[in-house]
């Protein structure tokens, strides 16, 4: 749900951490617009706090007491902070900040929308059904505070002005690059093509899907997909990469090849989506490293870099096409998908998308810079004539 904010009021999450998993983060973004139906602004809203950042109660990130303070106010944040502290939670507070600068707080309709959203990814060994729980039924709860005053007028401020400043932003890149892996990547391609003699490759590009956010922000950059053609803004992440849609009839396949982020370390989650309609509407299938993982072997296993790279087919091509435990099949072009869950919204099951991900690069503990990623890629097999 989104909210607005008065300028001296708080939005204050407390609770506790999720289970041990790959990447977790509390991503502060701002709304105009709606996704449903569009167009909207989404950008960031600073850096999100995630598992290599949080602030808990403990020496672990995980399942542990926190609590988040989002205010683009001085004196509000510190009063908040301090009843936090008198209620046993020194130290496991985390400040996230709207800054004035840049956003419109306020609760009339001219004011910019908030979200919170919580990203739980790739659960350790034994703690799947533990983040199933966690997803369930999030134990976290959410207050609006403000200061009291006197008026029955709800809207006006309590507090004169006391803005708090931009924060400093954490810096993607160390200057290390998966560039030197390229000749590795260009053979696992030639590989890929040559094991599957009776079929036509086709070289999908995948492109930067996304500007930073305060660059989007400030150029107001939309989302509403499909994301072809332009740039949009949104994602504090790698900017997850897209390809442009394209068509996946009966008797074809998809095979996604390139770096395993995470392998090379310049990742600590990464992973391929792939959507189906031209607008994106639903994700059919996803891998993420540890799936990933080993893939390559299929067509580079006498490569000694070969368990930094990954491949992976999604075949409608069925016994014709691509077997093995590195092999998803889609449902078919005829498929009615929301069918099944009880909605009625019609779904382009023959255009599909692929969004490659990369979170979180180690050192830095924010996105990677995307020119030190070689970009993921796609190759679609059609059946020669």
Same mark, same amino acid.
């Given at each position: ?88 939670? !020194? ?231 691509? !077997? ?32 490659? !991900? ?28």
């Amino acid at each position: 749900m989104t909210w607005r904010l008065r300028q001296d009021e708080a939005i204050v999450m407390i609770g506790r951490t999720p289970p041990p998993e790959a990447y977790f983060s509390f991503d502060l973004t701002m709304m105009r617009g709606a996704l449903p139906t569009g167009p909207l602004l989404w950008p960031s809203v600073g850096d999100p706090i995630n598992n290599k950042t949080v602030r808990t109660t403990g020496s672990t990130p995980f399942n542990r007491p926190f609590a988040l303070v989002v205010t683009g106010h001085k004196r509000t944040r510190a009063k908040v902070d301090r009843m936090l502290a008198a209620a046993g939670l !020194r130290g496991s507070t985390n400040n996230m900040t709207i800054p004035p600068a840049m956003f419109r707080l306020g609760l009339g309709k001219g004011s910019d929308q908030f979200l919170i959203g919580v990203r739980t990814i790739a659960p350790e060994p034994g703690f799947k059904k533990a983040l199933d729980r966690y997803r369930a039924a999030p134990p976290l709860h959410v207050f609006r505070v403000r200061p009291k005053g006197g008026s029955a007028d709800q809207t006006k401020p309590v507090y004169a002005p006391d803005p708090l400043p931009v924060p400093p932003l954490r810096v993607s890149g160390t200057g290390a690059t998966e560039l030197g892996l390229n000749p590795t990547l260009q053979l696992l391609r030639r590989r890929i093509v040559k094991a599957y003699p009776g079929f036509k490759a086709r070289d999908l590009v995948v492109r930067r899907g996304f500007e930073e956010s305060y660059p989007g922000l400030q150029e107001k950059l939309l989302t509403d997909p499909p994301t072809r053609p332009g740039v949009d803004a949104l994602s504090n992440d790698a900017d997850d990469p897209l390809s442009p849609s394209f068509k996946l009839p009966k008797g074809s396949f998809l095979v996604t090849y390139g770096t395993n982020h995470v392998a090379t370390r310049q990742a600590s989650y990464s992973s391929v989506t792939v959507y189906a309609d031209a607008k994106a509407a639903v994700s059919l299938a996803a891998k993420n490293h540890g799936e990933l993982r080993g893939s390559a072997r299929d067509f580079i296993r006498d490569q000694p870099n070969a368990d930094k790279f990954y491949a992976w087919a999604f075949s409608r091509a069925g016994k014709t096409g691509p !077997r093995g435990p590195h092999v998803t099949e889609l449902p078919s072009t005829h498929t009615d998908y929301c069918a099944r869950y009880g909605g009625t919204r019609p779904v382009d099951m023959s255009t599909l998308q692929v969004v490659a !991900r990369a979170y979180m690069q180690p050192k830095t503990l924010t996105r990677p810079a995307l020119s030190s990623l070689l970009l993921d890629r796609l190759l679609l097999f059609t059946p020669k004539k």
